[in-house]
């Protein structure tokens, strides 16, 4: 299966996604993952990287772009992948749509985890505390917010025009959560 997951900062997504790509045995793929790495590497990609994720701002799409298309050539997307965190603008669901299409692919679901604002901010400021995330700090958080909703959060209704958005509420357990994403995709957790 071919699956992008979309959800505010703090919604849960990592987690999740996790757990679901376990269960659809496809890799999962977080480009705030594969960033974080290359910061933490001090590559020239991390470098770049980290002067935006410090500020709550977008890494530029050109950038995102390039590493999500060299992380799909990889053996291991050939039978699916799970997305965390990417398609983020209009211009990365255009570039996506070519990728799968230039592989005569497509997408089989986008799943929306969706989630009390309040809630989100209170995850987030503990996840600043627990983890030390230089891009946790309060006003940084409120700028992802605001961002993720100006750019990302309109980008769903593309995709329910499309047919393949399953929203599912991110609130409650992370089993009660996992169950839900489970039952939406007619995939079984356990
Ligand atoms: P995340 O862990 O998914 O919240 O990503 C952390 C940070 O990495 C984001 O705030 C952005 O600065 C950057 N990032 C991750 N994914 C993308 C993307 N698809 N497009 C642009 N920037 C991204």
């Given at each position: 299966?071919?699956?992008?997951?979309?959800?505010?900062?703090?919604?849960?997504?990592?987690?999740?996604?996790?757990?679901?790509?376990?269960?659809?045995?496809?890799?999962?793929?977080?480009?705030?993952?594969?960033?974080?790495?290359?910061?933490?590497?001090?590559?020239?990609?991390?470098?770049?990287?980290?002067?935006?994720?410090?500020?709550?701002?977008?890494?530029?799409?050109?950038?995102?772009?390039?590493?999500?298309?060299?992380?799909?050539?990889h053996d291991d997307c050939r039978a699916g992948f799970l997305l965390d965190g990417y398609p983020r603008t209009v211009e990365q669901v255009g570039e996506l749509a070519?990728?799968?299409?230039?592989?005569?692919?497509?997408?089989?679901?986008?799943?929306?985890?969706t989630v009390d604002i309040d809630e989100v901010v209170g995850r987030l400021v503990k996840r600043a505390a627990e983890q030390g995330r230089s891009d946790d700090t309060?006003?940084?958080?409120?700028?992802?917010?605001?961002?993720?909703?100006?750019?990302?959060?309109?980008?769903?209704?593309?995709?329910?025009?499309?047919?393949?958005?399953?929203?599912?509420?991110?609130?409650?357990?992370?089993?009660?959560?996992?169950?839900?994403?489970?039952?939406?995709?007619?995939?079984?957790?356990?």
């Amino acid at each position: 299966m071919r699956v992008v997951l979309m959800g505010p900062p703090g919604a849960g997504k990592g987690t999740q996604a996790e757990i679901l790509a376990g269960v659809l045995g496809v890799p999962h793929i977080s480009t705030g993952d594969i960033f974080r790495l290359n910061v933490s590497k001090g590559t020239p990609l991390g470098v770049e990287a980290k002067r935006y994720m410090d500020a709550g701002e977008y890494v530029p799409d050109g950038v995102t772009n390039a590493m999500v298309r060299d992380r799909l050539s990889h053996d291991d997307c050939r039978a699916g992948f799970l997305l965390d965190g990417y398609p983020r603008t209009v211009e990365q669901v255009g570039e996506l749509a070519a990728m799968l299409r230039s592989a005569s692919l497509s997408l089989d679901a986008v799943l929306e985890l969706t989630v009390d604002i309040d809630e989100v901010v209170g995850r987030l400021v503990k996840r600043a505390a627990e983890q030390g995330r230089s891009d946790d700090t309060e006003d940084v958080i409120r700028r992802r917010l605001e961002v993720y909703f100006e750019q990302t959060a309109p980008l769903t209704s593309m995709y329910e025009k499309q047919g393949l958005l399953v929203r599912v509420d991110g609130l409650g357990s992370i089993e009660e959560v996992a169950g839900r994403i489970g039952a939406a995709l007619a995939v079984g957790a356990d």
